[in-house]
């Protein structure tokens, strides 16, 4: 039995920077105990968001880690690169891509459990 798949996009209208936000559930799985066709399971939900934003991947990674690390969130930051940042913690994890395209750094940010807070940090950076 093949699991349902949704997938669906949300444009968020605001000056700089343009926001994109795709949220796609792969599989749908319970953790209530809600049972769903034979396997009782019902998904897990990822939040994948594309910034476009004038500022530098230096700014931009350090605002990331004082909203999601220590003085913030509280989120382990697991893995940092310069174009790349990984905090985990509370049962999920927000992963953030910074890639410079001219005059603009392009941000990726993907999340599961996070969605909420990954959402207010990508109104704050603009």
């Known amino acids: ?14 000056n700089p920077p343009s926001v ?13 105990g809600e049972s769903f066709g034979r396997q009782g399971k019902r998904g897990l939900g990822m939040l994948k968001l594309e ?5 530098s991947p230096e700014y931009i990674g350090r605002k990331l880690k ?3 690390g220590q003085g913030g969130l509280g989120l382990e930051l697991k893995e940092e690169t310069p174009a790349c940042l990984t905090f985990e913690g509370g049962g999920g994890y927000v992963n ?3 890639c410079e395209e001219g005059d603009e750094t392009r941000v990726d940010l993907v ?6 807070q990954v959402k207010e940090f990508s109104s704050r950076l603009g």
Not at 20 to 32: L, Q, W
Not at 111 to 116: G, L, R, V
């Open 96 to 98: 953030a891509s910074l």
């Open 111 to 116: 999340t599961q459990e996070w969605d909420y």
């Open 20 to 32: 994109i936000a795709s949220k796609t559930v792969n599989r749908i799985r319970a953790e209530t």
């Open 66 to 68: 004082s909203f999601f």
């Open 1 to 14: 039995m093949t699991q349902p798949s949704f997938s669906f996009k949300l444009l968020l209208a605001k």
């Open 51 to 55: 910034l476009r934003t004038k500022k």
